[in-house]
């Protein structure tokens, strides 16, 4: 199994929270009903400008350190067959060359980074971070 320096805990904790934020994404607005002084204002969660759940999430991955960073990235990469678990260090070191701006916006601009990155952690090795079976 390959050795991760992003605690169990804290990864599980991470994939929770970008299941909460992506999973708003392609909400269908219910009907309006007709009210004028409402219809123009944002139709899901995902259009509020200034997305606090999103914005703390961004926040702590783009604090988590670079090698973690690197991590989640090399991870969504494995989950979504780009890279096979033998490649992992191919997986990183292209992770790291490629780190050219905020971890966050890269991952989170991926609909389904979270399951790409639970089936990385299995392809890994690492199902226990995964333990309470919804991923």
Do not use: K
């Amino acid at each position: 199994m390959i050795e991760l320096t992003t605690p169990s805990d804290h990864m599980r904790e991470i994939l929770d929270r970008m299941r909460a934020v992506m999973g708003r994404e392609g909400e269908v607005s219910p009907d309006p009903g007709g009210n004028p002084s409402d219809d123009d204002g944002p139709a899901t969660a995902q259009e509020t400008l200034g997305d606090l759940q999103q914005s703390e999430l961004a926040a702590d991955i783009d604090m988590l350190d670079i090698d973690q960073q690197h991590e989640l990235v090399a991870l969504m990469w494995v989950g979504r067959g780009d890279f096979s678990a033998s490649e992992w260090a191919e997986a990183m070191a292209l992770a790291a060359e490629r780190h050219d701006g905020p971890t966050a916006r890269y991952l989170l601009s991926h609909p389904r980074v979270a399951d790409q990155i639970a089936s990385g952690l299995e392809d890994l090795g690492h199902d226990h971070v995964l333990q309470d079976g919804i991923y």
